[in-house]
């Protein structure tokens, strides 16, 4: 099944699918001849797989809503478990995902990654044709879906191996950003196919809405066919065509996963790691979680280092064979102090633009779907439905895009200016735009009339997206400057495990704060955290005398 290429003559090609067992990018006529073709195959089926990764990740922050317009029988609370549960695991999963090139090969990964999405979405789309289905059935359908978000790390380090030092940052931000485009997809494309009956009898029949919806053109009236089970069932129908591309299009390169044992002993290792971190998040989310679900002892900010640590742990402790001596070399990278520098840096751009494209929905219902009035007899505020409210389905999508659309940009720039300076720049200004956002939405939490502000809201938003795709391409410019070929895959995927946490924090702090009637708190805090680290990255790259100067 594995088809070896002895590629060092100039010239020689490789072919669709199989190992590749020479492969020097930095070599300009090997690169030009022979790599340049190959890579770009690479690219160009890698971005759909993981365009589709994230869909399947996210897609529950517009599910739920949906399930609330057509009166599924929970609590906004138990919703919102979903989107918890979907975000927390693909973070958690994308801690072995990151060592999966080195261990499985490329292809091997893709391959199988994005097959197993096929799973949730044919399983949610089941489970949303009855009302009547348990909570839990869903639980299990969203905690399936962080396997999407797992396969960022994979992609991102695989991607890496395949370009010379000097294109990585565009490369890597065509992949980042094209894939990150699943996020705006999903938000598009999910209450689109809810319209129709796209799949006919074998998808079932409709639902009618109890309640508004929206999509991209505008607002649905309650009463109107609904055929919700389409959000799950339709990324199974692209996933297939996908999977079977990457298989016969991608490769693996044995000169950065020299013994991954064969096609089957590369899905064994990719399954029993994914294993692995299941249980470590189940635990975690079941200790996290509130009853019924689970059993409310740990707050977020101590369930989350608990369980980073315990998957990186129990990893590390159940490894075997050639797959110890493997996690070893790897976790060689948390020896380095710039592994952990340019985590919290990722943080600032991807952990941003993830946590808001979870968080935005919430805020555009909650702040702008309804009217605050203060009463100063009881010295309290009510909030009652806005009949003048814009529909979060019509707008959420346009930060994401914009976001997105504009990642490979800040790649491109940071190949001509160096990374740093861009995060730098950047830096500043999602402190000042955080800043006004939370003015904002103070603002608008307390006026009768929240609508008059939603514009904006919606372009502060839309500066914070941009400033974060800009960003997610200079910081990993910078990764590629500072390690070497073998750290920095590994290292990508680590600082993208962490900071896919955003998905699970941004819209729990935003929750939490908006339910205590300060939302404006929550984005005073991310302007700090900001500040932060803008003195961070000044210190580490760019003020004189420091040990990389990143120019």
Known sequence: MNN????????????RG????????EDATFWETTGKRIAYRNLWISIPNLLCAFAVWLMWGIITVQMLNLGFPFKPAELFTLTAIAGLMGATLRIPASFFIRLSGGRNTVFL???????????????????????????????????????????????????????????LGLNAGLGNFGVTTMQILIPLVMTVGLFGAVGGGSMVLVKDSGWIFGKILAGTPTWIQNAGFV??????????AAWFGMNNLLTVTPKHGGTLAAFGKIIYLYGLAFAVGALGLYLYLPAPTGLGLLNMWVALPLIIVGCLGVMKMAAFGEMKGNLAKQFEIFRNKHTWSMTILYIVTFGSFIGFSMALPLSITVIFGEQHVFDAV?????????????????YAWIGPFVGALIRPVGGWISD????????QVISAVMVAASAYAGWIMMQAYQSATPEVFFTQFLVVFVVLFAATGI??????????????????????????AVAAYGSFIAPEVIKGQINAGTPQYAMYGFAIFYAVCLVLNWWFYLRKGSEIRNP
């Open 113 to 171: 990654t994005s097959a197993m999405l096929i799973i949730p979405a044919i399983w949610t789309g089941i489970a949303l044709q009855d009302k009547s289905t348990p909570l839990w059935v869903f639980q299990a359908c969203a905690f399936l879906s962080g396997i999407g978000g797992g396969n960022f790390s994979a992609s991102m380090s695989n991607i890496n191996t395949f370009f010379p030092k000097k294109q990585q940052g565009l490369a």
């Open 471 to 496: 960003g997610n391409g200079s910081t990993f410019r910078t990764v590629g400057v500072i390690f070497d070929r073998v750290q920095a895959g590994p290292v990508l995927g680590w600082t993208s």
């Open 18 to 25: 199989g190992d590749i067992e020479d492969w020097r990018p």
């Open 4 to 15: 070896k290429l002895q590629a060092s003559a100039v010239g020689s090609s490789a072919p």
């Open 378 to 394: 009881t010295q309290t505020w009510t909030h009652v439905k806005n009949p003048n409210a814009p529909s979060a389905l019509t």
């Open 235 to 244: 990324w199974a129908a692209i996933l297939v065509p996908l999977v079977i």
């Open 416 to 423: 001509k200016v160096g990374g740093s300076i861009v995060t």
